[in-house]
């Protein structure tokens, strides 16, 4: 499958993409500095806060995990031919929701049909 979007969209894509992975990258790194200094010192208070301001982060890392995930995931579509295309629908995903979202797997209307087949798995009794 040969990419299916133009050569200046896809370059634009990547280099965000490239700009998004370093901004992860660095916000894990300062994230995992925060986590080393916590401390669990003062009154229950202090220490729920400070369990409290951990949560926080561990739900910022595994957030920023997820997107590392997707960028790379997309970068190797680049280098393998297939970005641009929804996993969902194997429609072309338009060039503006690429370079609002670059790391997107979904066009909008694949996003549409995997939001339904989540809701209806969840209405019958699934987590």
Do not use: F, H, M, N
């Given at each position: 499958m040969s990419n299916t979007i133009d050569p200046v969209t896809l370059a634009q894509?990547?280099?965000?993409?490239?700009?998004?992975?370093?901004?992860?990258?660095?916000?894990?790194?300062?994230?995992?500095?925060?986590?080393?200094?916590?401390?669990?010192?003062?009154?229950?208070?202090d220490q729920t806060n400070n369990q409290l301001d951990e949560m926080r982060i561990l739900t910022q890392q595994n957030r920023l995990?997820?997107?590392?995930?997707?960028?790379?995931v997309a970068l190797n579509k680049i280098i393998t031919g297939?970005?641009?295309?929804?996993?969902?629908?194997?429609?072309i995903i338009s060039s503006a929701r690429l370079?609002?979202?670059?790391?997107?797997?979904?066009?909008?209307?694949?996003?549409?049909v995997s939001d339904r087949l989540r809701k209806r798995f969840k209405q019958q009794g699934h987590t």
């Open positions: 894509c990547k280099e965000k993409l490239l700009r998004s992975r370093e901004e992860a990258v660095e916000q894990l790194v300062t994230l995992k500095s925060q986590i080393k200094e916590t401390q669990y010192k003062g009154d229950e208070i995990k997820k997107l590392l995930i997707d960028i790379d297939s970005y641009g295309v929804c996993e969902q629908t194997e429609e370079l609002a979202l670059p790391w997107t797997r979904l066009s909008i209307e694949g996003a549409e």
